[in-house]
């Protein structure tokens, strides 16, 4: 049947396209470097990244050329045959990190089931203990196993009974955790930055008050780095950043294992796991396994974003402008004090703590507050993501320079003057 494409694309989408995603009205035509066009034509400055994903920005021709020259090469394999490219990839991620191995999947949310997954298993081997303990805030995925170990509530609701083995503790609260932890207690899962759950750090003491309880206890300490992995703080992990490791070095604070997805591909879609070698041979063969996982094409992907940010320092970019953004941001909130209460995070994972009660966003009480600035930073050329009610998300590629960090930021003051001035309260 031919479709009717005298309707909207928004239209289309509402007839064919499942509404799992409230999404914006923006229909994207095409996106280069930090620069998104719509079908109209209109530019927007992209300070979203694919929710943390292009890290390169749009269309960067290293990807663009790596992809094609491994699309020439060799497309897609399968796990039954050894290939280089795999295991090139899991050699890069080891040398930033340390000794241990990986294993590759397609999404964050199957490289935290792949965590979970390594955690049953040792813990089946280790008295039969198969609890892990998350925070309140997190956020892990969407799979069943993944939306049991999130502490949200909203993205539980409907989809009892929950999988067991899960339960929440405050962020950033070691006594909490060292409460809940129980003889069946296997592993403690947390994010180094939580990221959709508002921009929050971890604090150097509560990451390695975790690492001395999992080693106390014999239990695994796992971290997300979905999000704010792969140099999103400035530094390849965010315990690296916030506890100041070393490079490519056992170190007595590290986690036993780490998920990786979103800006390891850099738009091209791959995520993984990297365990230490204490535990890297737990999930032996026959336990554990996707199609895709690891394929040619998204390890060249994955190689070519790797190479791009050591060849331009990109992260040494993310550290010597972390404070550029976070000054931009501050003078915002001082000029727009009655509606942002602070500026949050880390590196390229920073943004404005709104006040939701605040008169800019009392005029439409059916929208979030992040929700009604991430859409007036639309209407001022500026894409920003909500990270919750009240959290504008900031998360620029790693290509960013301090003019287009000033740019974002101008853009969002214009945005703010703009609600200010249609909600009356200027
Ligand atoms: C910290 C964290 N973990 C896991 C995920 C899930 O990743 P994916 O959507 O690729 O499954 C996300 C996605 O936003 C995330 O931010």
Same mark, same amino acid.
């Given at each position: 049947? $031919?479709?009717?494409h ?20 923006l ?12 079908? &109209? ?11 943390a ?6 269309g960067? $021709? ?25 295991v ?8 930033r ?19 979970? =997954?390594?955690?049953? =298993? ?12 998350t ?5 892990h995925?969407r ?6 170990a999130?502490?949200?509530q ?16 405050a ?13 069946s ?20 003491e ?9 080693? =106390?206890?014999?239990m695994?300490?796992?971290? &997300? ?18 506890l100041?490791? $070393?490079?490519?070095?056992?170190s ?14 850099g ?24 199609t ?18 050591? &060849? ?24 727009? $004090? ?39 930073a639309?209407?001022?050329?500026l894409?920003?993501?909500p ?16 003019d ?8 969002? &003051? ?7 001035n ?5």
């Amino acid at each position: 049947m $031919p479709q009717n494409h005298s309707q909207s694309i928004p239209e289309r989408f509402s007839n064919s396209v499942v509404g799992n995603y409230s999404r914006f009205p923006l229909v994207v035509r095409e996106a280069r470097g930090l620069e998104i066009i719509d079908t &109209d034509g209109k530019r927007y400055l992209d300070m979203g990244s694919g929710i943390a994903v292009n890290c390169l920005g749009h269309g960067h $021709p290293a990807l663009r050329e790596a992809l094609a020259r491994q699309f020439e090469k060799l497309d897609h394999i399968s796990n039954l045959y050894f290939f280089e490219e795999q295991v090139a990839l899991a050699e890069q991620i080891i040398d930033r990190i340390a000794p241990g191995k990986c294993f590759f999947c397609n999404s964050g949310a199957e490289a935290n089931e792949a965590l979970i =997954k390594l955690a049953r =298993k040792f813990g089946d081997s280790s008295g039969g203990r198969y609890d892990i303990i998350t925070t309140h805030n997190s956020f892990h995925g969407r799979t069943l196993a993944t939306i049991a170990a999130t502490g949200q509530q909203k993205v539980r609701t409907g989809f009892g009974p929950l999988f067991p083995g899960f339960s929440q503790v405050a962020f950033n609260d070691l006594n909490a955790l060292e409460e809940a932890v129980t003889d069946s207690t296997v592993a403690i899962l947390l994010e180094g930055v939580q990221g959709e759950g508002g921009l929050t750090p971890a604090s150097p003491e509560y990451l390695r008050g975790i690492r001395e309880l999992c080693t =106390k206890r014999n239990m695994l300490f796992l971290m &997300d780095g979905v999000q704010c992995g792969h140099y999103r703080t400035g530094r390849f992990q965010s315990i690296q950043r916030i506890l100041d490791l $070393p490079d490519s070095a056992p170190s007595e604070w590290l986690p036993d294992a780490i998920s990786l997805g979103k800006s390891l591909g850099g738009g091209f879609p791959t995520a993984g796991i990297w365990a230490a070698a204490r535990v890297q041979d737990v999930l032996s063969a026959g336990s554990h396994g996707t199609t895709y996982g690891g394929n040619p094409l998204a390890c060249a992907a994955a190689l070519a974003v790797l190479q791009t940010i050591a &060849d331009g320092n990109l992260d040494q970019n993310i550290r010597s402008l972390e404070n550029v953004l976070r000054s931009e941001l501050e003078s915002l909130r001082q000029r727009y $004090p009655e509606a942002i209460e602070s500026v949050r995070g880390l590196g390229f994972m920073q943004g404005l703590v709104l006040r939701e009660d605040a008169g800019l966003f009392k005029a439409n009480q059916s929208q979030a507050a992040s929700v009604q600035a991430c859409l007036a930073a639309q209407g001022a050329g500026l894409i920003v993501i909500p990270a919750g009610p009240k959290v504008v998300r900031f998360l620029p590629p790693y290509i960013a320079s301090s003019d287009d960090i000033a740019e974002a930021v101008q853009l969002m &003051d214009t945005a703010l003057a703009a609600l200010a001035n249609s909600s009356g309260t200027k």
